[in-house]
């Protein structure tokens, strides 16, 4: 199901200084996109093998608003989401929060695990 670690994510409260900060040690920004549909600003750093995400609320209704600055959540990428998703409704230690939907590049869906409720994480196709 998992294949490995997509991206680590960070809300951060200003994402361009953020980005020039991890920018001096060598993650490189390559990509800003606003999504208004979740009232964020998203950045992503790194390369292939090493993504870090930053995530900047625009939008008071954005998901993440009230949640602190700092770590959000782990993206896992998976082989089939629609196989990932179904497994996970079935199965008690895990609850999916929404959906599949569109992300950023592909298609997610985030999930908390039984006893870890503060931990967000992220299944990405």
């Known amino acids: 199901m998992i ?10 409260g200003n994402l361009l200084e953020m980005c020039d900060t ?3 040690v060598g993650l ?3 990509e ?5 549909e979740v009232g964020m600003n998203i950045a992503f750093l790194g390369n292939a093998e090493t993504r870090i995400e ?3 609320v625009i939008d ?3 998901p993440i608003s009230s949640a602190p600055e ?19 409704q079935k199965n008690p230690q895990f609850t999916p929060i929404g959906n599949i939907r569109q992300g950023a590049h592909s298609r997610i869906f985030f999930f908390k695990i039984k006893g870890y409720d503060d931990v967000l994480f992220e299944c990405v196709e």
């Open 3 to 12: 294949k490995n670690i997509d991206h680590i994510a960070f809300k951060v």
């Open 22 to 24: 991890l920018g001096a």
């Open 28 to 30: 490189v920004c390559n």
């Open 32 to 36: 800003i996109k606003k999504y208004s």
């Open 54 to 56: 930053l995530l900047e």
């Open 60 to 62: 008071q209704t954005s």
């Open 70 to 88: 700092g770590f959000n959540h782990i993206g896992f990428k998976v082989k089939n989401i629609d196989k990932t998703y179904s497994m996970m």
